[in-house]
C-alpha cells in the first residue's frame, strides 16, 4: 500500500510519554509509585551505588585483580613491507609518505602512528616514510633501491634519560 497523507502514522511506542509516578491509583502506578513494600529501595533518599547487590559483595570487589595498564603506552599502526609492495604495484606508487598511509587503505586515520616492519619481499624502490621502522624493513627498502625516512612526531622512548 501506497504511503499518502491518508495512512500516515506515527511509529510504534513515539508517542509515549514519560512514566508519572505517584499521581495516584488511576495512573497504574499508585499506592507504592513503583518502589515496591518496604525495604531499601522504598524509602526516600535512596540512592544505590551502581553494581549494588543488596550488601552481598559486588562482582566487581569479588574478581581479583590482575596486571596492570600502561597510561603511556603509546599504539602504532604496523605495516609489513610485503603489503608496501602490493599496494605500490596496485596503485603505481613509488613514494608513501605520512598522509597516504589513510589514502591508500594501509591505516585507519590520518593522525595514526605508522610502524613498518619487515616481514615479505620487496621489489621495487620505494620511498617510504613512517614513525618507526624495523631494522629488517629498513634494510629491506634500502636493498631494494628505496629509502626509508623516520618522521617526526613520534614519541620518542629512549632509555638514556
Known sequence: MAKNLSNLRAPKKANIG????????GSGMGKTS??????????????LMRGFEGGQMPLHRRLPKRGFTNIF????????????A?????????V???DDYKKL???????????ILGNGDLNA??????????KSA??????????????????????AA
Open 18 to 25: 514519560r512514566k508519572r509516578v505517584g499521581r495516584g491509583m
Open 34 to 47: 513503583t518502589r515496591g513494600h518496604k525495604g531499601q529501595g522504598a524509602r526516600t533518599g535512596s540512592s
Open 73 to 84: 603506552r603509546v599504539e602504532y599502526t604496523v605495516i609489513n613491507v610485503a603489503r608496501l
Open 86 to 94: 602490493e599496494v605500490a604495484a596496485e596503485k603505481g606508487v613509488s
Open 96 to 98: 608513501i609518505g605520512i
Open 105 to 115: 587503505g594501509l591505516a585507519g586515520s590520518k593522525k595514526a602512528l605508522i610502524k
Open 125 to 134: 624502490a620505494l620511498e617510504v616514510t613512517a614513525h618507526k621502522f624495523s
Open 138 to 159: 629498513q634494510e629491506k627498502i634500502e636493498k631494494a633501491g628505496g629509502k626509508a625516512t623516520v618522521a617526526g612526531g613520534a614519541p620518542e622512548t629512549s632509555a
